[in-house]
């Protein structure tokens, strides 16, 4: 019974210790270290937030490929019209639609195996190494690989379905309303991997003492888990979640591979959109401009959800 | 004592179906890679091919510039990573050590740079390289890889460098070693194993990546592996699945067996850049 009135973990030692020369304020650094950090720094700024702010700052201009005439200050010219663009708000829908589809069954998904992992059970050394494929795989080949697994004909979905008496099966990456949910498994799998390895190292930093403290106790399996395991292992959890969905949300090869967007645009992603839109339409400028909205969008999805969820955490306090 | 019985069989049940969901694909692609096309066309396809050929890889070659990929896919994916261990060892070494704004800075921008859509930086990227004459250029697509691979590299490194007590170090320069011995035949030695596999994990990032390489690189014999596959399917979505699967495994065999030598330290240095952050 103890437990439940004190269902944190005891407060772990935290790694208090500073690195030497930490005492000595805010100095940035001496020229030694300068000389370790430029070889990276300067790649850095050059070509990952240089490019950054550059993109921003086309997002503001009439940027086109191959045009002669110099480019111009527009304002936010880009972002009005993109205001009234109803086929690029579709596309973000699918998108959302996606990354929620995607990221919440992937989470469930790998608790779930991550939970199994962490038991006693035999087998687990070929789970482990089961999930490296999806892992280590290119994005092109799980793309090329579920192509098969879908193949109308050739497809072990459809000759699966067949063997069972459930009908003939479909052509699933190209039917209306196939499409999207047929991407969205191949998405999950693929993602699978990386959260189930975060979530399971996770679940061994949770107390093990308490758990045995709670079965004494008499507390049941999902008892347990709300009280003991969850509360450790939220940190984790929220992170990977948040960091999936984002992924999620910019994916690209997958789907171009699966299904290039189609059938009539029902899994055209955003990232999909404003890749035809840079480099087949040549609008550099209108497609910067989509990549700020994604990442507006996205931070300000993102901060909401986490704000919420601290302050849930809370309150269960 | 019974309730106990069905949970564990229970648990066999839900692990035996995670391992059908993980691994049914990729054999599917074995089998299909291995099929003649007599079988591929049959309506009943089954899971073990009746007259397993090798025809399929011959064919793949022969379609595409597979070879060309190949090299090109290597030279990019071992550039990269040496680069990317080079340039990202001492950055992670001063960032473990010393807690100044540049440490903050750094791993501010880990975090940021996994949120931004690659569109929004791919455009400058691809205007600026053009200006420097590196589009369609393997060189170009290198630097790129590098800077991509950076975030992920500076984070197991770190971790790893964490775990090199600065005991040693110090004891080291009490026995009167300079500051670049201490590092190399103290710190250096002890890093190396974590060096590997940031070496390693930053060649499969590289030789699994499309998206850079798709938009950057154009001449058919510059591109690597992932951007020729999908040539492979052609405009109507129609692929001619043998040399398709084949050529998908094998762009999967280097990555699969890296990942399979690294696993631990991966997950290890994950851990340990989270854990003691």
Known sequence: MTLATEPRRPPRPRPTKRAPGAGRGRRVLDHGAWFLVLPALLPILVLSVGPLLYGIALAFTDAQSGRTAPTQWIGTLNFQDLLHDTLFWESFRIGLLWAVGVTVPQFLLALGLALLLN?????????????????????????VMWRLVYNPDAGILNETLRDLGLGDGRDWLSGLATALPAVVVVGVW???????????????????????AAAMDGAGAWRRFRTVTWPALRPVALAITALNFIWNFNSFALVYVLTNGGPGGRTRLPMLFAYEEAFRYGQFGYAAAMGCVMVAVISVLLALRLVGRLREGDEER | MRTRRTARAGQYLALLAYLVFLAFPFLWLLSTAFKPPRELGSLHPTWIPKDPTLANFRQAFDEQPLLDALLNSLVAAVGAAVVAVLIATPMAYVIARRRTLLARAATGWVVVSQAFPFVLVIIPLFLVLKNLRLIDSVPGLIMVYVVWALP????????YVRAVPPELEEAAAVDGAGRARTLVSVTAPLLAPGIVATALFAFVTAWNEFFFALVLLKSPEKQTLPVVLTHFIGAEGVADLGPLAAAAFLATLPSLVIFAVIQKRITGGMLAGAVKN
């Open chain 1, 119 to 143: 038991q006693d059970l035999r087998l687990r050394w070929l789970a482990r190494a089961l999930a490296i494929i999806p892992w280590a795989m290119p994005e092109v080949v799980v793309g």
């Open chain 1, 190 to 212: 693929a993602g699978m991997p990386q959260t189930t390895v975060a979530l399971l190292a996770g679940l061994q930093n949770t107390p093990r003492e308490l758990h045995e």
């Open chain 2, 152 to 159: 992920f590299a500076l984070w197991m490194l770190v971790g």
